[in-house]
């Protein structure tokens, strides 16, 4: 026994603790996080403060039920680095997926105590009150007898101890560890006992796949499956992943799992039959096909459990939202959501919305009581409209068809308040959608709040108060968002994609990263966006109010662009006077043409938000102008020539003006290179 490897370990503030696994018993109370670790520094034990009994330093519960089953020691609820811990430095180390069960059994002889202690067997049928007389540590299974009294809790009433002793004599008194819960003991001397079982029941329910042992061993079994598996867990468990990537896993594991089943019974059928059999040229065949399917079902999952690459796995899933179309019967619906409907509120409503200007048709009317159902309900036409409220939703507003959600009253009276981290928020792919009068709030997300697919979004009088990105405009898709208010995105307020299109009027983008970024678009595969920007207030941001991404060998290109420049400037050399004239009215014309006014603007009359403005012209107008060379050169390597090389720079802008800048940590405009 190695005495002293438990130690306290003191929780901060920082440690976040998950839901309690499901073990098939409800606790009485929701045990606190376990202050004690395995196998963890005794420096800290002086913060420890959570001992449910003396001597003890794990907290208990009693299994619910008819019978009085005595405490049993409550494990489940370790913490991820607690458990990454004791896998990484004590259990498994850089061992290969051919060793786990060596090394498994090597670290439970030196932590469990071989006889002397009791256990509840926890199956899905019955629980019962055991024994343990000794350890078989190479098989992971302990030798039981029934303890005395006999307790016995059983979905079927046949379950009498004659049978239960049967059953053990078949099994020839051996159980495996991962199915015995440790009776508590206020002594201590089972903490480490419980915790090593702990251990490896979570490790065969959660971590362990049958087929691991054939994966090829190239680096050690910890980092390759272990941590991805056990970061998704816990991710899971503390709702950062989206509810729909966790069903797709499950489903894929569950294809995966019987397939691999099927795949091993026709390989033992194999080794069975005759060589050269015609029977066995056919389970060849199959048992190929049945090969095949396993790596893409396992490439799936590894996709999954890989915390960078399962969010993009997330966007191609979402961003495939069909819609529903028309309803069967032609009529379009108007939904009303209310926490509760009072008298005085349906007769403004009936007054303001239901019934402004008779109606040559009939219009259908139905009732929710929150938002989701509402938009699930939807079909291309319909209308939400959101009475006062306080609504708490769980799961993604995925939109595919054309309708208009809109509150009935000020956006600070309609709230809806998103509940769980891994799904988006607002999830549009419609042709036309109109968000109107809501506010949304979205707290310690992994997905932004709203993203627009594809199709039109229209953004008007609304709050969006953020975690992760605001708003991500994508390639194809066009954002309109006017009059409204949003803030504290940890990354970009918005993101907007090449090829999409964006206008921005009367907005206030605050307290984010970055106010807006606009994506690398330098690449031949990529459109030019459309972006407009009118009377924005950009401020307070952390970075730049708006930021450029695009590739450092960029700023090498622009050398040739001036190079070219001064090579047309050659076949016509103005004074210096003369050129200087020149620059000013080009840039003159640019923000005239821009903005769409005729007026003039003088260089003494530009306030700093203009200044401001200029520069975000001067950039993108570069880059796009820099684009133009590039796809020109091209075209011209194939023979083409392009008749209008200010193309490039002139579709780029319906309008930059007007929009002010303030406080911003790094400026009004950056770039940054990549």
């Known amino acids: 026994m190695a005495d002293g490897l438990l130690a306290g370990v003191g929780l901060g503030s920082q440690a976040m603790t998950p839901q309690p696994e499901r073990t098939g018993w409800a606790v009485e109370e929701e045990p606190a996080p376990l202050e004690k670790g395995l196998f963890q520094d005794e420096d800290s034990c002086s913060d420890c403060s959570n001992h449910d009994k003396p001597g003890s330093s794990l907290p208990s519960f009693v299994p619910s039920g008819k019978i009085h089953f005595p405490e049993i020691f409550q494990t489940s609820q370790l913490l991820f680095y607690e458990r990454f811990k004791a896998y990484q430095d004590y259990i498994l180390a850089d061992c290969k997926a051919s060793e786990v069960r060596e090394f498994t059994a090597e670290f439970l002889e030196k932590v469990l105590e071989p006889s002397g202690w009791r256990a509840v067997w926890h199956t899905n049928v019955f629980e019962v009150l055991v024994e343990v007389t000794d350890v078989d540590f190479a098989a992971l299974k302990a030798v039981v007898r029934l303890a005395d009294p ?143 399917e396993i790596e893409q079902l396992k490439q799936k999952l590894k996709l999954i459990e890989n915390p960078l690459l399962r969010y993009v796995f997330g966007y191609q899933k979402n961003s495939n939202i069909q819609a529903k179309g028309i309803r069967p019967n032609g009529q379009k619906v108007m939904h009303v959501v209310s926490s509760t409907m009072m008298t005085g509120l349906l007769r403004s409503l009936l007054r303001d919305r239901l019934c402004q200007e008779p109606c040559k ?108 990105t605001g708003v991500t405009v994508r390639t194809s898709a066009e954002f309109l968002m006017k009059n409204s208010d949003l803030y504290g995105a940890k990354g970009a307020g918005i993101e907007i994609y090449p090829g999409s299109k ?54 090498d290109l622009q050398e040739n662009v001036q190079d070219e420049i001064e090579e047309n400037r050659a076949l016509k050399i103005p004074t210096s006077e003369e050129a200087g004239t020149a620059e000013r009215v080009d840039l003159e014309e640019l923000i005239q043409c821009a903005t769409g006014k005729m007026e003039l603007y003088t260089r003494s009359s530009l306030s700093e938000q203009v200044e401001g403005n200029c520069e975000i012209v001067n950039e993108l107008v570069a880059a796009s102008t820099q684009k133009g060379q590039m796809k020109k050169k091209r075209l011209s390597e194939l023979g083409i020539i392009q008749a209008d090389d200010n193309l490039m720079s002139q579709e780029m802008f319906v309008s930059i003006v007007g929009n002010q800048f303030k406080w911003n940590g790094k400026g009004s405009f950056g770039t940054f290179l990549f």
């Open 150 to 292: 006999y307790l016995c809790e059983s979905q079927v009433s046949s379950f009498t101890l004659e049978c239960m002793n049967e059953l053990l004599n078949l099994k020839e008194h051996r159980l495996p560890l991962q199915e015995l819960w440790v009776v508590f003991d206020d002594s201590g001397v089972f903490d480490q006992t419980a915790l090593a079982i702990e251990h490896v029941r979570f490790f065969y329910q959660n971590i362990w796949r049958s087929w691991d042992e054939e994966e090829e061993d190239e680096y050690d079994y910890f980092v390759r499956c272990v941590e991805p598996r056990l970061r998704l867990h816990y991710d899971i468990l503390e709702d950062r992943v989206p509810s729909g990537l966790i069903v797709d896993y499950r489903n894929l594991l569950s294809q995966c799992e019987e397939s691999y089943r099927t795949f091993l019974n026709l390989r033992s059928s194999l080794s069975n039959c005759n060589s050269d059999s015609e029977q066995e040229n056919i389970s060849m065949v199959e048992g190929l096909k049945l090969y095949s």
């Open 361 to 468: 048709e009939e219009t259908e009317i139905q009732f929710h009581s929150d938002p989701l159902s509402a938009i699930n309900a939807c079909y291309e036409g319909d209308t939400v409209i959101v009475c006062p409220g306080h609504y708490m939703v769980h799961g993604t507003f995925a939109i595919a068809d054309s309708i208009e959600l809109e509150g009935y009253g000020l956006p600070d009276d309609i709230v809806i308040e998103k509940m769980g981290k891994g799904d988006t928020f607002v999830d549009c792919t419609g042709v036309n959608i109109k968000i109107s009068g809501i506010k949304f709030i979205q707290h310690d997300a992994v997905e932004g709040i709203l993203i627009i697919h594809r199709g039109k979004t229209t953004l008007e009088n609304c709050v969006l108060q953020c975690e992760t």
């Open 502 to 555: 964006c206008t921005l009027s009367d907005n206030e983008i605050h307290h984010c990263k970055e106010g807006i970024l606009i994506k690398d678009f330098l690449d031949e595969h990529y459109d030019i966006p459309k972006i407009s920007m009118v009377n924005n207030v950009i401020h307070n941001n952390e970075g730049y109010g708006v930021v450029l991404v695009k590739p450092t060998i960029f700023s």
